[in-house]
């Protein structure tokens, strides 16, 4: 079962940030993300949650649920549709928050000619040589959190995380903080800022970072309530 939620936390994680930089180029953007902002999320983000996952107990019903097939793979349908489903939520967050970064940069420094919205500007704009901080860490920072919200959310296929109690799983706490205190690093000191291209976000920027990043884990809730609905009219 562990198994199971370490491969659906990874895979889904891993399947957004293809989408997010693949949509981002289709549409004719600066890259949301840099390498290393890539590689700091697949092993410092992601990493520790992850393995947090394997100290996770069992479901509060897992005595009551149907032993699975021999033959069933990891990956089955309702793991499928949690991919999909976690694919478009945490890709619409990250690119809301590049979107409206890049159109903070545009007001702060730019004109928009008259007639034309923000969003035409930015996606007829030649973003060539031009240092899009603000967007690159308000994308990076809402993806960071987004997985890290979701870690929560993901400790059961169906149960929901407040009938498995939010800090129940003491491991998760310190994968979870030493993460965010590792990101609050990055965005914070000046040395750090300027290999991962970020700056600390305002007030403002935060408030928006942290109602997108929540986007994933309320969707995943969503998710597990309408599969237990499902399997209760099917009992």
Request: hydrophobic letters at 50%.
């Amino acid at each position: 079962s562990n198994i199971r939620k370490f491969v659906f936390f990874l895979l889904s994680s891993n399947v957004a940030e293809i989408m997010i930089i693949f949509l981002a180029t289709l549409a004719g953007l600066p890259p949301p993300l840099t390498a290393i902002q890539l590689l700091w999320l697949n092993l410092i983000t992601d990493g520790a949650p992850a393995l947090a996952l394997a100290m996770e107990q069992g479901d509060p019903d897992i005595m009551d649920q149907k032993p699975r097939a021999k033959n069933e793979p990891i990956i089955n349908k309702s793991m499928g549709l949690g991919i999909v489903i976690q694919t478009f939520a945490q890709t619409g967050a990250v690119l809301t928050a590049f979107v409206l970064g890049l159109v903070w940069h545009l007001e702060a420094g730019a004109t928009i000619p008259s007639g034309m919205n923000a969003l035409s500007y930015i996606l007829q704009h030649d973003w060539r040589g031009v240092d899009v901080q603000t967007a690159e860490t308000m994308a990076f920072v809402t993806l960071s959190l987004c997985e890290l919200f979701r870690a929560y959310t993901v400790r059961s296929e169906k149960a929901s995380i407040f009938r498995l109690g939010v800090f129940s799983n003491k491991w998760m706490q310190y994968a979870v903080g030493a993460s965010i205190f590792l990101l609050f690093i990055v965005t914070a000191f000046p040395f750090l800022q300027s290999i991962f291209n970020t700056h600390f976000p305002s007030l403002w920027e935060w408030g928006v970072i942290i109602g997108l990043a929540l986007i994933p884990a309320v969707s995943e809730e969503i998710t597990k309530f309408f599969l237990r609905r499902r399997e209760a009219r099917t009992v």
